[in-house]
């Protein structure tokens, strides 16, 4: 079966552009988590939506949005990109919630310039 | 506060030789914990839960409430164990988990 997948792979974007990035989760599973994966901070939660609903943000501002569709696809918006959100962007999906264990996605390196 | 540590960066021992990966949590509910995976240009897996108690790739991990650990342990390290370890705490009320900072495992030939 299809894992997790994301696009783009890759993205340069210029200072105070926005991007969106996209999940495809594993069918059958209903809950998509998104992670920043920096060197310095590690992985750091961003949200979580099941069934289309976000049940948690992380601490990041505003300009870090997400939502999730009807056949559980999610998508992540960042607006306003500033350096400081050069990162890897996981996505992560799993049966129900995190206990589940999550199956992730290769990621989005979005590298801001 | 909910937290995972993971003391070390890295570890490096040499084939054939037991191998430990420390992981010490702080939560003031149950505990769900986990270790994840990530080889060299792969994606980041999940290796075992500790609500499995199950071996994989001959790692096992135990859970000690009372010292507050989960540690990872093989005891014969093979060169395909070299990676990145993580160790995360799952949070049922947050629907998400706390993550380590890793640990990179080298295995020496």
């Known amino acids: 079966k299809a894992g997790v997948t994301q696009t783009p792979r890759y993205l340069i974007k210029t200072r105070g552009q926005q991007v969106t990035l996209s999940c495809s989760p594993i069918s059958g599973h209903r809950s998509v988590s998104w992670y920043q994966q920096t060197p310095g901070q590690g992985l750091q939660f961003l949200f979580e939506y099941f069934s289309e609903t976000q049940r948690n943000k992380g601490n990041f501002p505003g300009r870090f949005s997400g939502r999730q569709f009807s056949n559980s696809r999610s998508e992540m918006n960042v607006s306003t990109l500033e350096l400081g959100d050069s990162a890897l962007y996981l996505c992560?999906?799993?049966?129900?919630?995190?206990?589940?264990?999550?199956?992730f996605g290769s990621g989005t390196r979005l590298t801001v310039v | 506060a909910q937290r995972v540590t993971q003391p070390e960066k890295l570890l490096s021992v040499f084939k054939g030789a037991p191998v430990e990966l420390k992981c010490n949590y702080s939560?003031?509910?149950?505990?769900?914990l986990f270790w994840y995976v990530q080889y060299s240009r792969q994606r980041l897996q999940l290796l075992l839960r500790h609500i499995s108690r199950e071996s994989i790739k001959g790692f096992t991990a135990d859970l000690n409430k009372g010292e507050t650990s989960f540690h990872l342990k093989k005891p014969f390290a093979q060169e395909e164990d070299s990676a990145m370890y993580y160790c995360a705490l799952s949070v049922r009320s947050n629907y998400q988990l706390i993550w380590g900072a890793g640990t990179k495992l080298i295995i020496k030939p």
């Open positions: 939560y003031s509910g149950s505990p769900e």
């Open positions: 992560a999906s799993s049966l129900a919630q995190a206990s589940y264990g999550y199956t």
